[in-house]
């Protein structure tokens, strides 16, 4: 379909690591002179679900700065835009949980945001797993939880986790574990 924007200018409002805030003079699709500001993110979010031979799966909290509270959700992080996806989501899953894993699935894209934001999420199911130690990013403070996958479903269904990645990640996998 054609883009039924126009851009009339833009212009730089922020930029750090790892945003860029952009204000845009714009023409609606119904020709009215406007504004839009956008986000574009440098990194991609990738997110992944581990799960064992037993339906386990791990969770990582932790407080999360912009919502003010605190957030249960699958391992994630993000990784630059000139890595690979596969291998950005590898580190994130062994940095958060220690876990390797002899099998993955791409389970979905996703955008994040699409109104205000670039961001591209991609979400992986981990199998054959191993343990190993984490290596959280100095920053984080972070809880790991092994729990029932059917447990982290109930979560999700109950509003206990609301994050919309790991919302999503978690009811596509629960549709899948159901059809295999």
Do not use: C
């Amino acid at each position: 379909m054609k883009n039924p924007w126009t851009t009339v200018s833009a212009r730089e409002i922020y930029d750090n690591p790892w945003i860029r805030v952009e204000e845009h003079q714009v023409i609606t699709p119904t020709q009215i002179p406007g504004i839009y500001g956008t986000v574009q993110f440098k990194n991609r979010a990738v997110a992944i679900v581990p799960l064992d031979q037993e339906l386990h799966t791990w969770l990582v909290g932790q407080y999360r700065y912009t919502l003010n509270e605190y957030s249960w959700e699958i391992p994630m992080g993000g990784g630059p835009l000139d890595e690979d996806v596969l291998e950005s989501a590898k580190r994130e899953l062994k940095e958060e949980t220690g876990l390797t894993a002899g099998k993955w699935t791409e389970l979905m894209k996703i955008h994040t945001s699409n109104s205000v934001t670039d961001e591209v999420g991609f979400v992986y199911i981990a199998e054959d797993l191993h343990a190993g130690e984490t290596a959280f990013d100095p920053t984080e403070d972070l809880q790991v939880r092994r729990l029932p996958f059917a447990e982290v479903l109930q979560m999700v269904m109950q509003g206990q986790i609301t994050d919309g990645i790991s919302v999503a990640a978690v009811l596509k996998t629960a549709i899948r574990l159901k059809m295999s």
